[in-house]
């Protein structure tokens, strides 16, 4: 199966610092990906530079390359705006705008041309069906998403993305500011959604990755110490730093 990402010897600087050194990685379609590793060691990074939001950091500098589909994501007539409307993001801290519920899932259709009238509305609801939340919202879309709990504004985040039809979800500890039962919920989407999208997800919960990633890569230093299949990685690991990683002894 061949790979819907990977790096090539890449390396990031932030002015001095080296934050990704030499990252080799290849993503699987159509599967979750967690990314695990202590605080500071370049998992956030890694996430930003498949789909370039490094550049808009002064000072940043990057070698060596990131393929998409086997295509450079630094070709010369890459369009940034298309390139991000395949490669979604959701962040730490659930971020809808401040509109309405309608609004916020039909922002990315809308700049995108992509719908219009009653295209435009099936769009929000099937967009809004695929996270959950079209029957416990649907007499409630003209209500500010700054409304809802914070597990209904995380997948109001989802819902956005997924309405411009991405191929890939970059999600950056989505969970972490969720409570248990939110936190569960949010499993249930992904695992839901990874037969349609290929998702990465960068984790501190060394559970959540094993209980919902299909692989696992394990980054120390800014360094890809190795990768593999979640099972093995959290079990027949090659390298000792795996071990004492995930049997708490660092990080």
């Known amino acids: 199966m061949s790979a819907k990402i990977e790096t090539k010897s890449l390396n990031l600087w932030y002015g001095k610092f080296h934050a990704l050194i030499d990252v080799n990685l290849s993503i699987r379609p159509r599967a979750i990906t ?10 956030s990074t890694l996430l930003r530079v498949i789909n370039r939001m490094n550049e808009t950091i002064p000072h940043v ?23 991000r409307k395949r490669i979604g993001m959701v962040f730490q801290r659930p971020n809808p705008f401040p509109l309405s519920v309608f609004e916020n899932v039909a922002y990315g259709p809308k700049i995108h041309n992509l719908a219009k009238g ?58 972490s500011a969720l409570d248990p039962i939110a936190t569960a919920r949010i499993e249930e ?7 349609r999208y290929t998702i990465i997800i960068v984790t501190h919960n060394m559970q959540q990755a094993a209980r919902i990633s299909d692989d696992t890569a394990f980054m120390l230093l800014g360094e890809l110490v190795e990768m593999g299949e ?22």
Do not use: N
Not at 122 to 138: I, M, P
């Open 34 to 43: 967690a990314i695990i590793g202590p605080s500071g060691c370049g998992k």
């Open 61 to 83: 500098r990057v070698t060596g390359d990131v393929l998409l589909d086997g295509r450079s994501i630094y070709a010369g007539d890459i369009d940034l705006r298309q390139l």
């Open 118 to 175: 009653d295209e435009l509305a099936a769009r929000v609801e099937k967009s809004l069906r695929a996270t959950g939340l079209w029957d416990a919202l649907k007499d409630r879309l003209g209500a500010s998403a700054l409304s809802l709990t914070p597990e209904q504004q995380q997948r109001i985040c989802i819902s956005r993305l997924i309405a411009v039809e991405p191929e890939i979800l970059l999600m950056d500890e989505p969970a």
């Open 189 to 195: 989407l992904m695992l839901e959604l990874k037969d």
């Open 230 to 251: 979640t099972q093995t990685i959290f079990t027949k690991h090659s390298d000792p730093r795996t071990e004492q990683y995930i049997s708490g002894r660092f990080g």
